[in-house]
């Protein structure tokens, strides 16, 4: 019912810049978090970053606080991660999530970055 569609992924150096774009198509009108999960090959998923619909809230991992930023336009039906002073330790591939009311949870196919040192 929601279909999530992710851009911006790539090979950058450390202490370069990425911005991340997660484009939702589909039923998004009861949707109510934002976020943005990463994985590095053997090693769990772990949480990025999160908003709320509206904007009024954000949440970041203490890896990634002071560095990333998350953010939307409801307008676009988009939320971005931009990925600032980034390190050889942020290479993952990085997932957006959605979470809506009822409890349907949708994921994106995943973006890989990709940070040289």
């Known amino acids: 019912q929601v279909q999530l569609v992710e851009s911006g992924g790539g090979l950058v150096q450390a202490g370069g810049s990425l911005r991340l774009s997660c484009a939702a198509s589909g039923r998004t009108f009861n949707s109510y978090m934002l976020r943005w999960y990463r994985q590095a090959p053997g090693k769990a998923r772990e949480f990025v970053a999160a908003i709320n619909w509206g904007g009024s809230s954000t949440n970041y991992a203490d890896s990634v606080k002071g560095r990333f930023t998350i953010s939307r336009d409801n307008a676009k039906n988009t939320v971005y991660l931009q990925m600032n002073s980034l390190k050889p330790e942020d290479t993952a591939i990085y997932y957006c999530?959605?979470?809506?009311?009822?409890?349907?949870?949708?994921w994106g196919q995943g973006t890989q970055v990709t940070v040289s040192s």
């Open positions: 999530n959605v979470l809506q009311y009822g409890g349907s949870d949708y």
